[in-house]
């Protein structure tokens, strides 16, 4: 995916590309997310789709439920999804940041030469 040591370093212009197709990565992992969050409210909880969105950007965004849930099967995918929540951040970081680190590595390797 990303060039070897071996080989020169993109163009600032490619680099913001691969930058751009990176981002638009994140954004489609999130609205998965929030499709599978807000999936999950109206079907366990049976609340409205502004609410089921309400619920799920702001545990998705880390500030927990606006609403808690009353039914068993709301609890288990509540705790489920927030688990999600948790690796959704820690991948949509790792994502944004692997073609920033790669470059400064590669500059790195150049240096040896």
């Known amino acids: 995916m990303y060039e070897s040591k071996d080989e020169t370093p993109l163009s ?15 954004v489609v992992l999130i609205a998965i997310v929030i499709a599978i ?26 500030l927990g439920v606006s609403s ?5 099967g709301g609890k288990l995918f509540m705790s489920f999804y927030g688990f999600v929540t948790g ?7 790792s994502i944004l940041l692997a073609p920033i680190f790669h470059r400064v590595m590669h500059k ?3 240096d040896e030469e």
């Open 12 to 26: 600032s212009t490619a680099f913001a590309w691969r930058m751009v197709k990176h981002f638009l990565m994140v």
């Open 68 to 72: 808690h849930p009353t039914t068993v």
């Open 87 to 93: 690796l959704t951040f820690v991948a949509t970081i």
């Open 108 to 110: 790195f390797h150049l």
């Open 37 to 62: 969050g807000v999936a999950g409210h109206v079907f366990f909880e049976d609340v409205p789709l502004h609410d089921a969105l309400l619920n799920t950007t702001m545990l998705l965004g880390g």
